[in-house]
């Protein structure tokens, strides 16, 4: 089932899993078939992001995110991500791939994905930072604006010291890019 069955599926089941809820996870579950495996007939490393993006949608399109962002003229857009590997997952496994929204500063959203296999355990986490481009302003929007534009009270909690890590190295990393001709 290539990427676009697989977000036809997302869509048609979103609003059977509510609205999503910042703090909230959000569950997609798949099945690892055979146009996902690489020569070690496991989940290949560009497969883990595509996943991770359905989750995001996932989220973004049962908070209301979507709707508003066209309404308005902005675009969700991916700023980096971070993956790390710990258990595969092979040709036919079961798993479930749990997003959520773990906070956010000023224009940087953190988002976490983690693939769980079907004994529980986690396969890979995937650390993300996006933000909400206004494209008529030409700029990202503050979070919390966009926030309360979705119509919640939600406060953000502090950044851990590894999603501050995080996005202290998105930033410098992103710097070399713009740099470098």
């Known amino acids: 089932m290539y990427v676009w069955a697989r977000m036809t599926r997302m869509l048609a089941t979103a609003r059977s899993r509510g609205p999503y809820m910042m703090g909230g996870e959000g569950r997609l579950a798949f099945r690892c078939l055979p ?3 690489d020569f070690n007939a496991h989940l ?3 497969r883990y ?3 991770a993006d359905l989750g995001r ?3 973004f399109v049962r908070a209301g995110l979507i709707t508003l962002a066209r309404n308005n003229g902005w675009a969700p857009m991916m700023g980096g991500l971070q993956a790390v590997y710990a258990r595969e997952i092979r040709l036919w496994r079961r798993f479930e791939v749990v997003s959520s929204i773990e906070t956010w500063e000023g224009t940087q959203v953190i988002g976490k994905h983690r693939f769980v296999l079907d004994n529980g ?3 890979a986490l995937v650390l993300t930072t996006a933000g909400v481009y206004d494209r ?3 700029r990202f929007l503050d979070i919390d604006a966009v926030v309360a534009a979705l119509g919640l009270a939600v406060n953000p909690r502090p950044p851990t010291e590894a999603e501050r890590i995080f996005m202290t190295s998105h930033q ?5 890019a713009k740099s470098s001709g």
């Not at 410098?172 to 070399?176: V, W």
């Open 35 to 37: 146009t996902d495996i």
């Open 44 to 46: 290949n490393n560009a």
């Open 136 to 138: 008529k302003a030409r």
């Open 49 to 51: 992001m595509m996943l």
């Open 57 to 59: 949608v996932d989220l």
């Open 121 to 123: 355990e986690t396969a």
């Open 172 to 176: 410098g990393l992103r710097g070399l």
